[in-house]
C-alpha cells in the first residue's frame, strides 16, 4: 500500500472541499481498502466521512423513505419499514455479503463498488477500466463472470451489487451533493454509465461530488416483490445472475410490473421491455418463457459467459411464477443448479 494522506471530514462542505481527481472516499472501506492493498487504486488523499452528521439515517421523505448514505446495509436490510414496504430490497442486501461485511458497508459505498471482474483485479493483465488504454484482456481470456448486456470492445466486467439491483427495480433514486452545495438527483441509469471507449468512467459523479442519500419512492401496496440469486454456492458469493421483480396484479392479469437483473451488465440491468410484455397479459407458463425469451443483447457475449442468457431466462421464469401466485414461494437464492 502506498503513502497518502488521511482526512476525517466533519460536514459535508469539508469532504467536498478535500475531494478531486487524487481522493477517495471512505466509508465503511470493505471495498477500498481492499483495492489499495493490491495497488489497483492508489488515492494520494483518503476523506473519512463517517462522522457527518444526518448521512445515517433513514427518514420518511413524503411518502418513501431517504435512506442516509453512512446506512450500514445490516441496518438497511433489518429496517422494519424496508421489511414492509421494500422486502425485495432487504432480500437482495440479505443475499448480497456475509453479516460481517454487512455490518460496515454502507448504502453510498455498495452503490460505489468495483467490478470483480479477475483482470481488473491483476495488475500484470490489460484493464481499460483499471488503466485505460491498456486493452481488455478479457476479450480473449477466461469470462465465466463477466457481463452479457451494455459491454463494448472495451470492457466487458459486470457491476457486483445486489442491493443496487433491488434500489432499480424499485424506482430509486440517488441523491448528489456538489462542492458548492447544489444537490441533484439521479436515477440509477443517470448514475451508472456504460463502458462504451471509458469504461474506468463508472459513474456521472463530479470529483467535487458525494453521495448524501438513496430515496425510495412510497411502497407499491398490494405489490409482490420477489428476488433471487443464483450463484456457485450458498455462501457469500457474487452473482452469476440475479433477478428482482416487483408485480402488481389486476384481477386475473398482470398489472404494473418491474424486473432489474444482476450479474449481466456494467450497472443493474433494467428489463423495461420485458416488463412491458408482461403488462396486461394472463400468466401461464407460456408467456413467461416468450417473454424471458425476448432477453438477447446487442453484441455477442463472450464465450465463457454465454452460459448466462438461459440461466437468466430460466431464473426470470421462475420469480415470475412466484410473483404471480402461480408457484409456491421460493427462497429468495438458490445455487445455480436449483435454476437450471
Not at 107 to 125: H, I, S
Amino acid at each position: 500500500m502506498r503513502d497518502f494522506t488521511y482526512l476525517r471530514a466533519t460536514d459535508a462542505d469539508a469532504a467536498a472541499e478535500a475531494l478531486g481527481p487524487e481522493a477517495s472516499i471512505i466509508a465503511g472501506g470493505t471495498n477500498l481498502l481492499d483495492l489499495m492493498k493490491l495497488q489497483i487504486m492508489t488515492p494520494e488523499r483518503l476523506v473519512d466521512i463517517t462522522r457527518i452528521d444526518g448521512l445515517s439515517t433513514i427518514e420518511e421523505d413524503g411518502d418513501g423513505l431517504r435512506i442516509g448514505a453512512l446506512v450500514s446495509n445490516a441496518a438497511l436490510a433489518a429496517d422494519s419499514r424496508i421489511r414492509a414496504g421494500y422486502p425485495v430490497l432487504s432480500r437482495a442486501i440479505l443475499a448480497g455479503a456475509s453479516g460481517q461485511i454487512r455490518n460496515k458497508a454502507t448504502t453510498g459505498g455498495n452503490l460505489l463498488q468495483r467490478t470483480r471482474c479477475p483482470y481488473f483485479y491483476d495488475t500484470a493483465m490489460a484493464c481499460n477500466k483499471r488503466a485505460p488504454g491498456t486493452g481488455c484482456a478479457a476479450q480473449e481470456g477466461a469470462g465465466r463472470m463477466l457481463a452479457v448486456f451494455g459491454t463494448s470492445e472495451h470492457c466487458l466486467a459486470a457491476h457486483p451489487s445486489d442491493m443496487a439491483v433491488g434500489l432499480r427495480v424499485l424506482g430509486a433514486t440517488v441523491e448528489v451533493r456538489a462542492a458548492d452545495g447544489a444537490l441533484r438527483t439521479l436515477a440509477l441509469d443517470e448514475f451508472y454509465t456504460l463502458p462504451g471507449d471509458r469504461p474506468d468512467i463508472e459513474t456521472t459523479l463530479a470529483p467535487d461530488e458525494i453521495i448524501t442519500a438513496v430515496v425510495l419512492p412510497a411502497p407499491r401496496a398490494g405489490s409482490v416483490q420477489a428476488y433471487r440469486k443464483v450463484r456457485d454456492r450458498a455462501s457469500y458469493a457474487f452473482a452469476l445472475v440475479s433477478v428482482a421483480a416487483v408485480v402488481e396484479m389486476d384481477g386475473d392479469r398482470i398489472g404494473k410490473v418491474d424486473l432489474a437483473f444482476g450479474g449481466v451488465g456494467p450497472r443493474p440491468w433494467a428489463g423495461d421491455d420485458v416488463a412491458a410484455a408482461l403488462a396486461g397479459e394472463t400468466p401461464d407458463e407460456a408467456l413467461f418463457r416468450r417473454a424471458a425469451g425476448a432477453l438477447e443483447p446487442d453484441r455477442a457475449p463472450h464465450p465463457d459467459a454465454a452460459f448466462k442468457l438461459p440461466l437468466l431466462r430460466r431464473t426470470l421464469v421462475a420469480v415470475l411464477r412466484e410473483a404471480t401466485g402461480l408457484a409456491e414461494a421460493s427462497p429468495g437464492t438458490d445455487h445455480a443448479k436449483d435454476a437450471a
